[in-house]
């Protein structure tokens, strides 16, 4: 089934430091959008990346999509203490809901 | 910026009792959503619901669940006989039409004991 599965589950680094996170799934899709949940509380959606896409920006996020290879990554640059959540990839395909991975869990520490 | 409203923010029931989630989405949207987060889980799509009927439900959607829009305004989602694993945080979203992210609600968390 369609699934984003990101990876590494959690990532620790210090503050200003750059944070990687990559998401692999499994069939075509739409687009892959990416979204933040601080803990305990709701998710915000920060990118969408079409199909068509290669690369886009916002702020201080860069994300990435390779349709070939079926997978993403999500860099946030200078990363802050507030940046520390959980951050998730969902896709998109056809008419079907968005499917969310399991999240990679960032700590970014001052 | 629009928000999808949520209420109550947490909910404690007791095992076999009836439940009722409200969301509101936000006004010009078509498409609408209940999703659960089982703590320390993924994300699971529960139900979507378009032009008031539901449009696609998931395996976890099963007859103790139900959605209704009452009044054009407010998304319900009811669960007749909860259980103890449906302890978790609902989430309602809606969005507009393709292209755009949708938009979540900071959830309810139901805790059934």
């Known amino acids: 089934s369609q699934q984003g599965e990101e990876d590494p589950q959690a990532l620790s680094i210090q503050e200003g430091e750059n944070a990687t996170m990559n998401c692999s799934y499994k069939?075509?899709?739409?687009?892959l959008q990416w979204y933040r949940q601080n803990s305990g509380r709701g998710l915000v959606h920060l990118i969408l990346?079409?199909?068509?896409?290669r690369e886009k920006h916002s702020g201080r996020l860069r994300v990435t999509l390779d349709t070939s290879k079926k997978s993403s990554s999500l860099l946030i640059t200078a990363s802050r203490a507030a940046d520390t959540a959980s951050y998730f990839c969902?896709?998109?395909?056809?008419?079907?809901?968005?499917?969310f991975g399991k999240g990679t869990r960032l700590s970014v520490i001052a | 910026e629009p928000e999808v409203t949520q209420t109550p923010s947490h909910q404690v029931t007791q095992m076999g009792q009836e439940v009722i989630l409200r969301c509101v989405p936000i006004?010009?949207?078509?498409?609408f959503y209940w999703y659960r987060q089982i703590l320390g889980q993924k994300v699971e799509f529960l139900v979507s619901?378009?032009?008031?009927?539901?449009?696609?439900k998931s395996e976890i959607f099963d007859d103790q669940f139900s959605v209704e829009r009452p009044d054009g305004s407010n998304f319900t989602l009811k669960i007749r006989s909860t259980k103890l694993e449906d302890s978790a945080m609902y989430f309602c979203?809606?969005?507009?039409?393709?292209?755009?992210?949708?938009?979540f609600g900071s959830g309810t968390r139901l805790t059934v004991v």
């Open positions: 969902a896709t998109h395909s056809g008419n079907t809901p968005l499917v």
């Open positions: 069939t075509s899709i739409n687009n």
């Open positions: 990346i079409r199909s068509n896409e």
């Open positions: 006004s010009n949207h078509l498409y």
């Open positions: 619901f378009y032009n008031n009927e539901i449009s696609e």
């Open positions: 979203a809606s969005y507009r039409d393709r292209g755009n992210g949708y938009t």
